[in-house]
């Protein structure tokens, strides 16, 4: 489709029905065949009565202005519905993850006895977490019923935005470098729209600063256990933000000290290949590199074809460190190596037994007692969790299957459906830098 192609409206209006909508736009027409209705009855009658003849010829126009008024709602709601995901399209915009406003603006001379104009301007303001963008100037003729589209929009991250000023009917946008982008008109909708941008503005923060933040030293807190002292040697890590969250598998804390770490850094842009030189990428700062990243970021994940689409910001951060340990090319430079990526940042180990202790300590914490290699049924359990009968509970039996190794990971559903035949929960204990593994090997399998 070319950026003049007109789009036919699809109203399904048989022959009859077009005709009536056409006269209802156009009445000179109309006009013409009540002048010869008239005159053929002053000429038949041989009377001025006869004139009146003329005014049946007023019909076919009253049924399309009645036509009109009675659809032309649900045929503009449609043309709006097309425009904005037109629009979507060209400008590489997740509808589900958008605000979305939709402005019109009436063009043209109503005619008489009709309610709408022949032709609507159509614009489309998309409101993203990263950048707002606009697709502006769509014209939805009722009249002839077709959209013409225009051929590209424009979009402006929020973080080189200087200003955003209503001067009525159009919204202005003053950016960072002192340049303004196209106004756009939002007519009635301008306090709505001026405030959606406004929030969102102030509100969004980079990535940057959300990543890249100093990191404190984490609190180091004791697990105790009801009636149980606390293990000395085992204590947990709180990340900062007081959360366990993880993104591909990296906890969020690690992750935003690797972001501020200018070699890994350097890493992330020739991973995610940022455009530039590298000539003029290698002076810029921390900041300035990771507002280069976070925009690629934005780029892959709004591109249907990229392996990112789609994929939040921070996990495609965390699976390109992932991916780099991978890369003989950062080994032989010694950055990211497998041990220092692998072993640790993801916490991986050398052997399967390497997990019993950990996962031994774990289940102590949760007050029951830890047997390893304990036969099962047809098999034998890595980690038997038993939990002796109370005054108001029965024993409780909690089975642990440790993998470390792909192809043991294959069997391991059969094995955990064999043990849960004799105990009350089952679960699989494995290490992030073997899930991340997994992930990034069913990945390429894709």
Known sequence: MSATDRVRMNTKMDGATKIMWHLGWNPVPTYVFVAVLAFLGWAITQHPAGMFLGLFGLIPRWKGIKLINSSWQTYLGEAESFVKGQGASRLGVILSAAQCTVLRTGRGEIPFGTTPNP??????????????????????????????????????YFRHVSVVNYNPP??????????????????????????????????????????????????????????????????????????????????????RQLLADPSVVDVLV??????????????????????LIETQIDHFRRTPTSVWYGVPTLEVLAASIWRASDDPFYREKGLLTKKLVQRGWFCGVSEED???????????????????????????????????????????????ELKNDYEQFKRAFNQMGTFAEYTNVVYMACTPAFVAEYLARISHQD
């Not at 990263?130 to 979009?155: R, T």
């Not at 003053?174 to 196209?182: A, D, F, I, Q, Y």
């Open 119 to 156: 032709e609507y301007a159509i614009s489309v303001i998309y409101i993203c977490d990263a950048f707002f963008a606009v697709y502006q100037d769509a014209i939805a003729s009722l009249k002839e019923l077709d959209i013409q589209l225009p051929g590209q929009g424009e979009e402006v």
């Open 170 to 255: 159009n919204i202005e946008v003053t950016l960072s470098n002192g340049k303004t982008m196209k106004p756009f008109t939002v007519g009635s909708d301008g306090a709505s729209v001026l405030g959606a941008l406004r929030a969102k503005l102030r509100s969004s923060q980079s990535m940057v600063s959300r990543t890249t933040r100093s990191v404190s030293e984490p609190e180091i807190q004791e697990i105790h256990t009801d009636g149980q002292q606390a293990d000395p040697d085992v204590k947990v890590t709180q990340p900062d933000d007081g959360s366990d969250e993880r993104h591909c598998c990296l906890r969020l804390s690690k992750l």
């Open 270 to 291: 020739e991973q995610l290949e940022v455009p530039g030189a590298p000539k003029n990428l290698k002076p810029l700062t921390v900041q300035a590199k990771m507002e």
């Open 354 to 400: 390497d997990l019993k202790i950990p996962v031994a300590k774990w289940l102590i914490r949760q007050g029951l007692e830890a047997y390893m290699e304990i036969p099962l049924g047809t098999g034998r359990v890595d980690v038997l969790g038993y939990k002796k009968p109370g005054l108001s509970s029965s024993n409780r039996l909690l089975a642990i």
